[in-house]
Every structure is written in structure tokens, then in C-alpha cells.
């Protein structure tokens, strides 16, 4: 358990300036949970040898590590590394440079977690000004089928 808390501590990076505090605590005492400032996030796939890790970048602050859960406070969507296709977002493969911006709406895709059932060890990154939707497609109606 030492060493993985120590590989959690290793992996995680956490930069920000005077300016634009990052507010960092946890969910449960065991998921580290980062508010970045409400400003766009810019995604950066970092490859070195044997190594891969995610860094999201806002103007003033970054978070890097190999697996992060984005979200809203109350839901979590995976973005992760597959060390074939490269990062993954909602289980589809996005590019490095992809942006974040502070007022998008991402439409949720099956799969996705609450904040409050993530994991032990898990980093949650919250990004102010994104609307995670979770909203449920509308039920086909007789007419709809008949059409």
C-alpha cells in the first residue's frame, strides 16, 4: 500500500502561479480532487521512453499524470493513455493539443462515473465553466417508429 501511495505521489504534478491558485483536497480522503481555474485546458500526451503521461494546461496551472477523471463535481469521465492508440476521452481516441474550452458543453457517453464512486488513488480534476450533459436520449414514441 506504501508503494503505491508513493507511485500516486510520483505521478501526480500539480504547478500553479500566484495569480491563479489550483485548489487541490480529495472526495473521500483517498481520490486527489484539483480545481483547475476557469480557463480553457489544453491536453498534452508526453511521451519518453517506457514512460507516457497526460498533462492538462491552462494559462496558469497544469496536471499531469497517466489516467485523469474530468468532470463537474458530480460526474467523472475517464482520460486516459492506451499505449497503442494514444489518449482516449470517453473511450475515444483524442490528440494531443485538444482544448478544453471553459464554456463547452461535452455530451456524456455511456460509461461515465459519479465523482463519488471513483476509486482510491484516483485524480479528479474539475474544470469550472465545462457542462459535463448527461442527459438521457428521448424515448421513441409510436409515432416516432411509424415515421
Given at each position: 500500500?506504501?508503494r503505491?501511495?508513493?507511485?500516486?505521489?510520483?505521478?501526480?504534478?500539480?504547478?500553479?502561479?500566484?495569480?491563479?491558485?489550483?485548489?487541490?483536497?480529495?472526495?473521500?480522503?483517498?481520490?486527489?480532487?484539483?480545481?483547475?481555474?476557469?480557463?480553457?485546458?489544453?491536453?498534452?500526451?508526453?511521451?519518453?521512453?517506457?514512460?507516457?503521461?497526460?498533462?492538462?494546461?491552462?494559462?496558469?496551472?497544469?496536471?499531469?499524470?497517466?489516467?485523469?477523471?474530468?468532470?463537474?463535481?458530480?460526474?467523472?469521465v475517464?482520460l486516459?493513455?492506451?499505449?497503442?492508440?494514444?489518449?482516449?476521452?470517453?473511450?475515444?481516441?483524442?490528440?494531443?493539443?485538444?482544448?478544453f474550452?471553459?464554456?463547452?458543453?461535452?455530451?456524456?457517453?455511456?460509461?461515465?462515473?459519479?465523482?463519488?464512486?471513483?476509486?482510491?488513488?484516483?485524480?479528479?480534476?474539475?474544470?469550472?465553466?465545462?457542462?459535463?450533459?448527461?442527459?438521457?436520449?428521448?424515448?421513441?414514441?409510436?409515432?416516432?417508429?411509424?415515421?
Amino acid at each position: 500500500m506504501l508503494r503505491l501511495a508513493s507511485a500516486i505521489t510520483l505521478l501526480v504534478v500539480v504547478v500553479a502561479f500566484v495569480d491563479t491558485p489550483v485548489r487541490a483536497g480529495s472526495l473521500d480522503s483517498s481520490v486527489v480532487q484539483i480545481r483547475l481555474p476557469g480557463e480553457d485546458a489544453t491536453l498534452v500526451y508526453l511521451e519518453a521512453p517506457g514512460d507516457f503521461t497526460l498533462r492538462l494546461e491552462t494559462e496558469n496551472s497544469s496536471v499531469e499524470s497517466r489516467r485523469i477523471f474530468l468532470g463537474d463535481g458530480e460526474v467523472a469521465v475517464e482520460l486516459r493513455i492506451d499505449p497503442v492508440k494514444g489518449p482516449l476521452f470517453q473511450g475515444e481516441e483524442i490528440h494531443s493539443g485538444h482544448v478544453f474550452k471553459k464554456d463547452a458543453t461535452i455530451k456524456l457517453r455511456p460509461g461515465y462515473k459519479k465523482a463519488s464512486e471513483l476509486r482510491p488513488g484516483s485524480v479528479y480534476v474539475i474544470l469550472p465553466g465545462v457542462t459535463f450533459d448527461a442527459a438521457k436520449p428521448k424515448a421513441l414514441t409510436l409515432e416516432d417508429l411509424l415515421q
